[in-house]
C-alpha cells in the first residue's frame, strides 16, 4: 500500500491522545500554506460537496433564500426609481409618496428575512459538513495502524483536522453563498442597466476592468504578506510553547535573557511584517475609494447630462447609481472567491487524503473464529520483522518461541534487542515481513484484530491517562464496568487508599496524561485498568524502574496479583519479576541467546549473568 507522507521530512512521533490537539508549528503552516494556490486543487472540491450533497433540504432551502434575496437586492433600485418618479417628479399627493415608500419598504423586509434565511442555512451546512468531514476522518484514523503515524507527523494531523477544516467551513458557509449571490446580482443588475441606459451600462463596463485590476493586483500582493504574516505569528506561537514547556531547563541554565532575545526577535518580525501588510491594506483603501468614486462621479456627470436632456429620468439616474454600485460590487466580489476556493481545495485535498488512507492492518473478509473459552497460548514460528520507518533494520530475525496457557516469561536484553517488537506483533499492531504470530492456534491475519486485543490486558512502561476523570481511566479496558467492579480493581492494585482520598472520588479529574497523580498512583491506575478487562493474556512492560521503593513494593504487589492465572509476558528490567517467572527469555540483535530460569542462568557465564551484575553495580536491566 502506497503511504501517504504529510511532510516532506517525516519523523517518528507518538499518536495524538484523545483530546489532544497539537498546534503545529511555523514550518508546518508555510507548508500548508504553500500548498494552497494550485488550480488543479479545484478538483477537490468534489469531496466537499459529497458531504454537502447529504443535505438536499438544507441546500435547496439555501438556494431559494438567495435567489430571493438577490432580487429583493435588485428590486431596491427599481424602488427608488418609482419613488422618484411617481412619487416627486409627478406631483403627487402624500398618500401617493406613502405608497410607493410602502412598497419599497415592503422590500427591504424581504430583504431582511431572505438575507437571515440565506445565512442560516448556508452557516448550518458548512458546520454540518464540517462535523461530517471531521467524523468521517477522525473514524478513519482510528483504523489505521501504527506505523502511519510513524511516518505522519500527529501535529500536522491534528491542523489538518482543524485549521484546513475551518477552510472548508468558510467556504462552504460563506463563500459558495456570496459567490452565488454577487454572480446573480452582478447579471441581472447589468441586463437592468442596460433597460435603464445603454450608453452609460456600455461606460460601466468599460469602467469596471479599470477599477478591478488594480484592485487584483494590490490584493494579491497583500494576499502574500498575510500570509507571511500567519506564518510569523506560528512561530511566535511555536516559540511560546517550546519555551513555556522547558521552563525549568531554562532556568535551571540561566537562558533567561537568551529566551527572552529570541521571543523579541520573533515579536518583532511579525510587527515588521504587520507594518507592510498595513500598508498595502491602506494603499488598496485608497486606491479602491478614489477608483470607484471617481467612476460613480464622472457617470453622474454625464447622467445629470441626460437627465437635463431629457435623455433621463431622476429616477432613471437614482436608479442607475445605486444598481452600478451593487454591480461593481458584486464583481468585485467574486475577484476574492476564487482565492477562496484554491484555498479550499488544498485543504479539502489534505483532509481527503486522511479519509482515504487504508490501515495495513485490518481483517480479513471472512474472518477466523478464535477458540473458545481462550486458552491464552503465544506462538511466534520463525518471525523475521523491520519497522517501516527502518526497513534495512531486522528488529527481529527468524524468531521462535512458544508460550504455553498460564505461563509467565520473563523477556530481557539491552537496547534494541527487539522485546517491545514481540509485543506489537502479539497485539498486531504490525505484520511480520516472514513467519507467523499465532494466539491459541489461529494466525494473527486469520482473525479480527478487535478480537485478538479483546484477548489481551497490556500495562506500558509510561502510563498513559487521559485528560478525563478517575472513573473513565480505569474502566477504559471495560467501559460496561461499574463502580463495585472499579473499586474491586483498584484495590487489588493497590490503588484504592489513594481514591479514596481524591476530593470528589472516581469522579476527580485526574489532569492531563494524570498530571494531578504520582508516578506510582498512575502506575497503579495503569494496573487496575488492566485488571477489569480481565482478559487471558497479559502483555506487561514493567514500571517499577523509575519509581520509589515505597510506590515500588505497593506496584510489583498489585502485578503478582495482575499475573496470577493469565499467560504472562514480561519485559522485565527487575530481578523481582524475573526471579519469579517460569521461564527467562534473554534477547540479543532480534534473537534469543538464553533462556532458562533465574537460578540456571545466573549460573552461566552468559549474557544475563552479565546483565545482573550490572543491575547491582549500576541500575536495572537495560530497557528498550
Not at 428590486?75 to 419599497?104: C, E, H, N
Request: proline share 5%; net charge neutral.
Amino acid at each position: 500500500m502506497a503511504e501517504t507522507h504529510i511532510s516532506s521530512a517525516p519523523d517518528t512521533a507518538a499518536p495524538v491522545q484523545p483530546g489532544a490537539v497539537s498546534a503545529p508549528d511555523a514550518e508546518e503552516v508555510a507548508t500548508t500554506k504553500g500548498k494552497r494556490g494550485n488550480p488543479r486543487q479545484l478538483g477537490n472540491l468534489a469531496m466537499i460537496m459529497r458531504f454537502a450533497s447529504a443535505y438536499p433540504r438544507q441546500i435547496t432551502c439555501a438556494i431559494l433564500a438567495l435567489a430571493v434575496a438577490a432580487g429583493a437586492t435588485l428590486a431596491i433600485p427599481a424602488g427608488f426609481k418609482m419613488v422618484i418618479d411617481r412619487g416627486f417628479d409627478s406631483g403627487g399627493s402624500t398618500q401617493d409618496i406613502g405608497r410607493w415608500f410602502r412598497y419599497l419598504f415592503l422590500i427591504t423586509v424581504v430583504l431582511g428575512l431572505s438575507t437571515a434565511l440565506r445565512f442560516y442555512f448556508v452557516s448550518w451546512l458548512g458546520e454540518r459538513v464540517v462535523a461530517d468531514i471531521r467524523l468521517a476522518v477522525q473514524r478513519n484514523l482510528l483504523g489505521l495502524a501504527p506505523s502511519f503515524f510513524e511516518t505522519n507527523r500527529p501535529s500536522e494531523i491534528a491542523s489538518r483536522m482543524t485549521s484546513d477544516t475551518a477552510i472548508v467551513e468558510q467556504v462552504v458557509g460563506t463563500t459558495v453563498s456570496v459567490a452565488l449571490r454577487n454572480l446573480v446580482v452582478g447579471i441581472g443588475g447589468i441586463a437592468y442597466l442596460f433597460s435603464l441606459a445603454p450608453k452609460l451600462t456600455g461606460m460601466l463596463l468599460l469602467g469596471i476592468p479599470v477599477i478591478v485590476l488594480p484592485i487584483v493586483f494590490i490584493g494579491r500582493k497583500l494576499e502574500k504578506v498575510a500570509r507571511s504574516s500567519q506564518d510569523r505569528v506560528a512561530n511566535v506561537g511555536a516559540t511560546t510553547t517550546e519555551v513555556l514547556a522547558a521552563m525549568k531547563i531554562v532556568q535551571a541554565f540561566g537562558q533567561e535573557e537568551r529566551e527572552a532575545g529570541r521571543f523579541s526577535e520573533a515579536v518583532e518580525s511579525t510587527f515588521a511584517t504587520a507594518r507592510r501588510r498595513i500598508t498595502l491594506r491602506a494603499s488598496l483603501t485608497a486606491v479602491v475609494i478614489t477608483l470607484i468614486f471617481g467612476a460613480i462621479t464622472m457617470i453622474m456627470w454625464q447622467g445629470a447630462v441626460d437627465v437635463i436632456e431629457g435623455r433621463l429620468s431622476g429616477g432613471d439616474i437614482a436608479a442607475f447609481v445605486l444598481t452600478g454600485g451593487l454591480v461593481a460590487g458584486a464583481f468585485g466580489a467574486l475577484t476574492e472567491v476564487y482565492g477562496d476556493l484554491l484555498r479550499a481545495g488544498g485543504a479539502a485535498g489534505r483532509l481527503n487524503e486522511l479519509l482515504n488512507e487504508q490501515p495495513e492492518i485490518r481483517a480479513p473478509a471472512n474472518p477466523i473464529v478464535l477458540p473458545v473459552p481462550p486458552r491464552g497460548q503465544i506462538s511466534f514460528q520463525n518471525v523475521s520483522f523491520a519497522y517501516p520507518t527502518r526497513p534495512e533494520t531486522l528488529a527481529l530475525k527468524d524468531f521462535s518461541l512458544q508460550v504455553s496457557p498460564g505461563e509467565t516469561v520473563a523477556i530481557v536484553g539491552p537496547s534494541g534487542a527487539g522485546k517491545s517488537t514481540l509485543f506489537q506483533l502479539a497485539q498486531r499492531f504490525y505484520d511480520p515481513q516472514a513467519g507467523s504470530v499465532r494466539i491459541d492456534g489461529v494466525a494473527l491475519p486469520s482473525a479480527d484484530p478487535k478480537e485478538i486485543r479483546q484477548r489481551m490486558a497490556f500495562v506500558p512502561q509510561d502510563s498513559v491517562l487521559f485528560a478525563a476523570n478517575a472513573r473513565d481511566n480505569l474502566r477504559y479496558s471495560n467501559w460496561a464496568a461499574t463502580d463495585d467492579e472499579i473499586w474491586d480493581a483498584a484495590r487489588a492494585a493497590n490503588a484504592e487508599e489513594f481514591l479514596r482520598k481524591l476530593p470528589e472520588g472516581l469522579d476527580s479529574y485526574l489532569g492531563e496524561g494524570g498530571a494531578r497523580l504520582s508516578g506510582g498512583q498512575r502506575q497503579r491506575i495503569s494496573i487496575a485498568r488492566a485488571l477489569l478487562r480481565n482478559a487471558p493474556i497479559l502483555l506487561l512492560d514493567e514500571a517499577t524502574s523509575a519509581l520509589d521503593a515505597e510506590s515500588e513494593k505497593l506496584v510489583q504487589n498489585a502485578l503478582d496479583r495482575l499475573m496470577h492465572g493469565r499467560t504472562t509476558l514480561v519485559i522485565a528490567h527487575r530481578l523481582a519479576t524475573i526471579r519469579s517467572a517460569d521461564r527467562i527469555i534473554v534477547m540479543s540483535d532480534g534473537g534469543i541467546v538464553e533462556q532458562g530460569t533465574h537460578d540456571e542462568l545466573s549460573a552461566r557465564s552468559g549474557l544475563y549473568a552479565r546483565l545482573s551484575s550490572l543491575q547491582f553495580t549500576e541500575g536495572p536491566l537495560a530497557a528498550e
